[in-house]
């Protein structure tokens, strides 16, 4: 392996340990940030992440709040539930784990959140600030690379990203915050044309594109950083990313793994989030437990 592992879990661990400092200090000024989970339904891969949630933010020192509700439930309960979360001066952080059943309207829940308390960056005016480059909540997966990418040093500005993916909550802001750090940026997704004519040009290669080994050797230049948002099982049942990492470390100059790169970084930046959202409430004198 020629690659630098870059990895997600120790770096998510030494911000988690800065948060919770911050928490520590808040405490002793009366406020417990808190985070609430909303879960709709019985997906097993939600059910890990919730928890992981839960677990996380119970270990920085934060208060979490669990809202299970059945896959029939309405969309107006649902709404109701977040109204309730969105007045309650305990809870500074709201986040409903994606996907929602097919019943249930995915935007119209996310604008029911309180932009103040959208600890995962996804309401629109969030989005758009981040857009015009006011500060906001950031998409936790986007704002963890951006950490990876910083604290192993790895240059942004000037440099190439090309992204392989165009979610709402990956790949578009990605592109977004590589741009205002003075990246040239390129994206591609399932109707790009030749896409290694695309990926092999990248000095920075971000790839969300949910499909086993969708990169392998021949889209990848010499020396290039590769960070791999997948979350997928390979055959065997293995958790396994979109990079055939096995081909592609030994042409990379660096390389998140699946499972312990961008995964544990998006958990870490839920909790900075809604770290910032308890510390603006204590500020302006709005946090109570
Ligand atoms: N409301 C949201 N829903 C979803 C988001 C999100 O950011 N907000 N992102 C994904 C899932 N996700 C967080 O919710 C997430 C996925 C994976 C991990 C992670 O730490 N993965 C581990 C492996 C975990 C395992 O063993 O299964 C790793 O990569 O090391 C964290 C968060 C979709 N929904």
Same mark, same amino acid.
């Given at each position: 392996?020629?690659?630098?592992?870059?990895?997600?879990?120790?770096?998510?661990?030494?911000?988690?340990?800065? #948060?919770?400092?911050?928490?520590?200090?808040?405490?002793?000024?009366?406020?417990?940030?808190?985070?609430?989970?909303?879960?709709?339904?019985?997906?097993?891969? =939600?059910?890990?992440?919730?928890?992981?949630?839960?677990?996380?933010?119970?270990?920085?020192?934060?208060?979490?709040?669990?809202?299970?509700?059945?896959?029939?439930?309405?969309?107006?309960?649902?709404?109701?539930?977040?109204?309730?979360?969105?007045?309650?001066?305990?809870?500074?952080?709201?986040?409903?784990?994606?996907?929602?059943?097919?019943?249930?309207?995915?935007?119209?829940?996310?604008?029911?959140?309180?932009?103040?308390?959208?600890?995962? %960056?996804?309401?629109? #005016?969030?989005?758009?600030?981040?857009?015009? %480059?006011?500060? =906001? &909540?950031?998409?936790?997966?986007? &704002?963890?690379?951006?950490?990876?990418?910083?604290?192993?040093?790895?240059?942004?500005?000037?440099?190439?990203?090309?992204?392989?993916?165009?979610?709402?909550?990956? %790949?578009?802001?990605? %592109?977004?915050?590589?741009?205002?750090?003075?990246?040239?940026?390129? &994206?591609?997704?399932?109707?790009?044309?030749?896409?290694?004519?695309?990926?092999?040009?990248?000095?920075?290669?971000?790839?969300?594109?949910?499909?086993?080994?969708?990169?392998?050797?021949?889209?990848?230049?010499?020396?290039?950083?590769? #960070?791999?948002? /997948?979350?997928?099982?390979?055959?065997? /049942?293995?958790?396994?990313?979109?990079?055939?990492?096995?081909?592609?470390?030994?042409?990379?100059?660096?390389?998140?793994?699946?499972?312990?790169?961008? /995964?544990?970084?998006? #958990?870490?930046?839920?909790?900075?989030?809604?770290?910032?959202?308890?510390?603006?409430?204590?500020?302006?004198?709005?946090?109570?437990?």
């Amino acid at each position: 392996m020629n690659a630098k592992l870059i990895s997600g879990t120790s770096i998510g661990n030494e911000i988690r340990e800065e #948060i919770k400092e911050r928490v520590l200090k808040l405490k002793e000024g009366g406020c417990v940030p808190g985070l609430a989970v909303i879960l709709v339904g019985d997906n097993q891969a =939600s059910h890990t992440y919730v928890r992981n949630k839960e677990k996380s933010s119970v270990a920085a020192g934060m208060k979490s709040e669990l809202v299970r509700l059945p896959v029939s439930v309405s969309e107006d309960e649902l709404l109701e539930q977040i109204n309730k979360l969105n007045l309650d001066q305990t809870i500074h952080g709201i986040l409903v784990q994606l996907p929602l059943p097919n019943h249930i309207d995915e935007n119209l829940v996310i604008q029911a959140i309180d932009p103040d308390k959208d600890v995962d %960056g996804f309401h629109p #005016i969030n989005v758009g600030k981040m857009i015009i %480059g006011q500060r =906001s &909540y950031l998409s936790c997966t986007p &704002y963890g690379i951006i950490k990876l990418l910083e604290r192993t040093n790895t240059p942004i500005s000037g440099q190439h990203a090309v992204i392989v993916g165009r979610s709402n909550i990956v %790949g578009k802001p990605m %592109g977004q915050l590589l741009l205002q750090r003075d990246a040239t940026v390129t &994206y591609c997704h399932s109707k790009t044309k030749d896409l290694a004519s695309f990926t092999k040009q990248a000095d920075i290669l971000i790839v969300a594109m949910g499909q086993t080994k969708f990169i392998g050797a021949e889209h990848v230049k010499e020396g290039a950083v590769v #960070i791999d948002v /997948g979350m997928n099982r390979d055959e065997n /049942g293995k958790l396994c990313g979109d990079v055939d990492f096995d081909e592609v470390k030994n042409i990379a100059s660096a390389i998140t793994p699946v499972p312990g790169g961008v /995964g544990p970084m998006t #958990i870490t930046m839920l909790l900075k989030n809604t770290l910032h959202s308890a510390e603006t409430a204590f500020k302006s004198g709005n946090c109570c437990e």
